[in-house]
């Protein structure tokens, strides 16, 4: 049982090292879109939701995980939007004058 | 359950979208480039789980028309909600993510229930984990939500013994755990008290913090919620959960601490500190009436055009809830327009985030190469003519510098006390989320105070200066 999971532990342990070394040296302007970003990204959980909808065996799990789906929607479409709204305007503000 | 190769490959290349998306966020001229191929990867990752895990036509329908449901109503939050507002629906979108964390691992641990409960250790270790994380930043991301939009529990709500009710809850969660994973068969029950302590506990963990700590929770929260998608992804065998989980749990804890560090606010004294600090410190407006300067928009006008060559902003928390920043924008046109040299000085936590003031200013057309940071500036304001702060107060009370018993004592602040004007424009002597008065209002020979609305005082001083110039 436990050597199937191994390599699952492997792929957690360098993520996880992974996004700590990407994160290092982020100018604060940035600190706020790039929460938001990750935000949108914790939204993958909408993948494992969908994932528990589509093996379900009662209804139940099934109405639990169409729950998830819709909070994961929610998670990522509104993340992703919001944090393009954000950057949206770093790009209006140095090219667009007001005439 | 093992994946299919190809969905295992597509998987993949969807997280390695996540990692080049997040790199490009780094950069504020790749940052929404950045954050487009992130949500490519998601889309991608969304649509190859339909090839590995065939249904019925009910099903799909079922999953279509909720995803749809959930996207109108993210996607017209997202869209609708003024930019002042954006840290709560923040905290909204990561709590929703949490809840469906924590959805997740209970339903994956009521299937294998069923199918006759012979799970190994590690993977009940991780469902637990998830549902207690993902539950904890549900509860905690509403609460942070309510607080910030200002529907209830504003400020510090404290009770007494509340840090030894909330060890003895995540003490007894811990237990629980422990006891679920090493006993034999699981009763149902048990995973049920363990997702309603979670809540209380998200709640209890949340409740006692401030306004201005906030961002810091929520950023906190937002690692946690990655965390409990990288469990569900170990328990439900799904690698790109366990890669994006785990990217935004480890980048969100870095996040998080170089936040704290900006702030002065070490995390330990944000989740801990209130319980202790409430009801310390000297509290404002303690009934002493103190003289004040206070001038009207012509008065301040006059400053501004003829005793200052140059002027540095200072917006504050005030501007972004009276949605000024268009008028500083209009005002520092009009002094531009009259060859006054104009800067911003924006404190790491100006509006409710860092970065959030940035932003707002970026949305009034103000160069990103006129903001400043707080460590780029601070050296300047000494050789300054005027400074015009606008709905701030912690963040330029020399108090922080100079008396070491005070409540904000150490956190880094604006050195606005060093110009040779000082302009304020507030509503009131009120204090701000510290809760302790500020010296500088009371600078009576360099301090000049207009009284108004933030949108309604830069208006006023904007009209001034152009009917005197």
Known sequence: MAAEIVPQVIVLVLAIALGFELISRVPALLHTPLMSATNAIHGIVVVGAVVIVLTAEDTLTQVLGLVAVFFGAV???????VTNRMLEMFRGGSRRRRG | MALSTGTTLVYLFAAALFIFGIRLLRSPQTAR?????????MFVAFVVTFFEFPADALTLVLIAIVVGLGSA???????????????????AFNGVGGGAAALIAFSEFYELEQGGGDESIVILLFIFFSILIGGLSFAGSIIAFVKLEEIALGGSVTFPGQKLVNA??????????????????????????LLALSLLLGVLLV??????????????????????????????????LIIAGALVGASGTILTY??????????????????????????????????VTSGGAEDVAATLAYEADSVIFVPGYGLAVAQAQGAMADLMRTLEAQGKDIKFAIHPV???????????????????DKMFDLEDINDQFAETDAVVIVGANDVVNPTAREDGDSPIAGMPILNADQARHVVIVKRSLSP???????PLFYDVDKTMMLFSDAKQGLEGVTQSVKNQG
């Open chain 1, 75 to 81: 998670n990522v479409v509104g993340g992703f939007i």
């Open chain 2, 33 to 41: 480039a950045g954050n487009l191929v992130a949500a490519v990867g």
């Open chain 2, 73 to 91: 109503v993210g996607g017209v939050i997202a869209v609708r909600v003024p930019m002042t507002s954006m840290p709560q629906f923040v905290a």
């Open chain 2, 168 to 193: 003895g809850l995540f003490v007894l969660a811990l237990a629980l755990m422990v006891t679920v994973i090493s006993g034999g068969p699981v009763p149902l029950v048990l995973t049920g008290v």
């Open chain 2, 207 to 240: 409740i006692p913090i401030g306004g201005a700590d906030m961002p810091i929770v929520i950023s906190l929260l937002n690692a946690f919620t990655g965390l409990a998608a990288a469990a569900s992804g170990m328990a439900l065998g799904n690698t790109v």
């Open chain 2, 258 to 291: 170089l936040m704290s560090g900006a702030l002065g606010r070490p995390l330990s004294k944000i989740l801990f500190g209130a319980v202790a600090a409430a009801g310390t410190g000297p509290a404002a407006g303690d009934g002493e009436e103190k003289p």
């Open chain 2, 350 to 368: 100006a509006g409710r985030m860092p970065g959030h003031m940035n932003v707002l200013l970026a949305e009034a057309e103000v160069p990103a």
């Open chain 2, 432 to 438: 701000g989320f510290a809760g302790i008065d500020n």
